[in-house]
């Protein structure tokens, strides 16, 4: 018998593990479905490039046909491992803007507005910079500036400010809008996930018990309250019982299948599959929201220095290998989208509504495609679209994927945006500080010139950046599956604390937001709220 069992090893499964376990007089369990976090490609920040193209450590999930995608299907990677995503991503810390933050307690959820949620933010950090206003220091989560940034980062920086826009040295500080390079969750060289900050220093609480390869089947009900979770390990049905709470941290893609798998949701849905409706809960799915994305390669065939497939990039490679590994240092510590930022895609936007990522390699197909030469990629997405979609049961197979449905590019606004994107986007990439080295465009994409080719475009190669949210709703509504304590609605012993809580995506990467959303979890937990 356990305290809390937390389903999940992800970002916000390690933080409440870590956080939870810190009382020596609660049992707390851990289940994972994937594996530890011991391979090189996940603590070597480069290896991510390996990670994508292998599906190492990863769910490998797909969308549904997309409608606004001409009817491809969209690639949805999320880690399968201890750690989640934060042992596959490109490692950016970013928090999204104050006004997000307001817009959510707004919305009917007291103690989520900036204010309320900036001190938990500043306790899971320790900026390398130092503390100041908006910034901590001795937390778990190391933040730094990248070790040895490619020097054409910096270019991407100055060719954005010749383009207009502000350069911005912190993205998380006073103000978001602008260009620079970004902040990494790396230390001493390394990938720095959840995993390495949270669980590793605190692997040998006798209280605190971590079960990998752990699939969780259903959450356990007792009328309505959770007792337990049901997981297949090792090919064997297990059960753990919980004697205080369930805490699920599947992600905005498997926290809402798994409650489906459980009877919480829709009840004509969960009877169409064959599953006994315990708790109705419409809201179960509903609401996904993610950042459509959109690409710009540049062949740029002098540019050695730039990661790519050739003889002279090759020996770069292998010297970086040899210098990775005995100092921590060289190429090998990059996570490829070293610099970006935040824009307004007109001038009458309050807050920046877009954002780039600047990609010091040929970025194809999420990586998937191997591509010969050298060069460069810019992304542009979408930071707060219109769309929404779902997560829906496929089967009853709790084995089988979801149908995942994020819906983009369903509202006309969302498109029409993403557009004005691309042109400024293309427009920073065309400044001198870029031009200068004779980059090519990729032919997919010089073609399109005319608003209603870049929106063909668009339509033929946008796809996610990985930030899939809301499919748990946080909110007081009849639509809502979590209160602003991130307790189910109606039911006893039972929290959702990931992504899919959200009742609105924040204008940047989501990685930070949920691992403070997991530390005030927490505290909410530990002080009985």
Same mark, same amino acid.
């Given at each position: ?10 970002s ?38 390996? &990670? ?13 046909p ?39 307690a ?27 206003a908006?910034h901590?220091?001795?937390?778990p ?18 060719a ?8 911005n ?24 996930s959840a ?8 692997r ?13 089947t ?22 753990l ?6 805490? &699920? ?10 409650l489906? &798998? ?9 009877r169409?599959?064959? =599953? ?11 609401? &996904? ?36 590994? !005995?100092? $921590? ?13 935040f ?40 930071? $707060?679209p ?12 709790p084995?089988?994927?979801?149908? =995942? ?45 005319s ?5 063909a ?11 899939p ?6 909110g ?27 009742p ?21 937990? !530990?002080?009985?709220?």
């Amino acid at each position: 018998m356990y305290d809390y069992i937390i389903i999940g090893g992800g970002s916000a499964g390690c933080v409440l593990a870590a956080r939870l376990s810190e009382d020596p007089g609660v049992q707390v369990a851990l289940l994972e479905a994937g594996p530890r976090d011991d391979s090189v490609l996940i603590h070597c920040p480069a290896g991510l490039a390996l &990670l994508a193209k292998s599906g190492q450590a990863n769910w490998g999930l797909h969308t549904v046909p997309q409608a606004g995608l001409n009817g491809r299907r969209g690639y949805q990677p999320r880690g399968k491992v201890l750690g989640g995503s934060s042992s596959v991503n490109a490692m950016i810390y970013t928090r999204g803007h104050p006004r997000d933050y307001d817009d959510w307690a707004a919305q009917g959820n007291p103690g989520w507005a900036w204010s309320d949620v900036l001190p938990f933010f500043k306790r899971a950090e320790h900026n390398e910079r130092g503390a100041d206003a908006f910034h901590g220091s001795g937390g778990p989560l190391n933040v730094m500036d990248l070790r040895c940034p490619n020097r054409h980062s910096p270019d991407f920086v100055q060719a954005g400010v010749q383009a207009g826009f502000a350069h911005n040295p912190d993205f998380n500080g006073a103000g978001q809008e602008g260009v620079g390079l970004y902040q990494v969750t790396h230390k001493n060289g390394e990938r720095y996930s959840a995993a390495k900050a949270y669980l590793t220093p605190n692997r040998t609480r006798a209280n605190l018990h971590v079960l990998t390869g752990a699939h969780a089947t259903r959450i356990l009900l007792e009328g309505k309250r959770a007792v337990g979770v049901a997981f297949v390990q090792d090919g064997q049905q297990r059960e753990l019982r919980a004697s205080r709470e369930v805490l &699920l941290s599947a992600g905005a893609l498997l926290s809402p299948q798994l409650l489906m &798998l459980s009877g919480i949701g829709a009840a004509d849905e969960l009877r169409a599959h064959g =599953i006994t409706p315990l708790h109705e809960l419409p809201g179960v799915g509903r609401h &996904l929201q993610d950042h459509v994305d959109v690409v710009l390669v540049y062949d740029a065939p002098r540019l050695t220095d730039l990661f790519g497939l050739s003889f002279a990039g090759a020996l770069k490679v292998l010297r970086g290998i040899f210098e990775w590994r !005995r100092q $921590r240092s060289g190429m090998l510590t990059t996570n490829f989208a070293e610099a970006g930022g935040f824009i307004r895609s007109q001038a009458g936007e309050a807050i920046p509504d877009l954002q780039l990522h600047f990609v010091i390699g040929k970025l194809v197909d999420h990586g998937r495609t191997t591509t010969f030469g050298h060069g460069y990629s810019c992304h542009v997405c979408l930071l $707060r679209p219109k769309s929404r979609g779902s997560v829906r049961l496929a089967s009853a197979d709790p084995l089988a994927a979801p149908l =995942i449905d994020p819906a983009f590019l369903a509202e006309r606004d969302d498109m029409d945006r993403l557009v004005r994107g691309f042109k400024l986007m293309r427009h920073i990439m065309a400044q001198p500080a870029l031009a200068r080295f004779g980059a090519r465009e990729l032919p997919a994409s010089a073609g399109a010139q005319s608003d209603a080719e870049i929106e063909a475009f668009i339509r033929n190669h946008a796809d996610t950046i990985y930030h899939p949210v809301g499919s748990c709703r946080m909110g007081p509504g009849e639509m809502d599956v979590v209160d602003a304590q991130l307790r189910v609605h109606g039911l006893q012993g039972l929290r959702v604390v990931d992504a899919s809580v959200m009742p609105s995506l924040v204008g940047g990467n989501t990685n930070a937001p949920v691992i403070m959303m997991a530390e005030k979890a927490a505290e909410l937990i !530990r002080t009985g709220a």
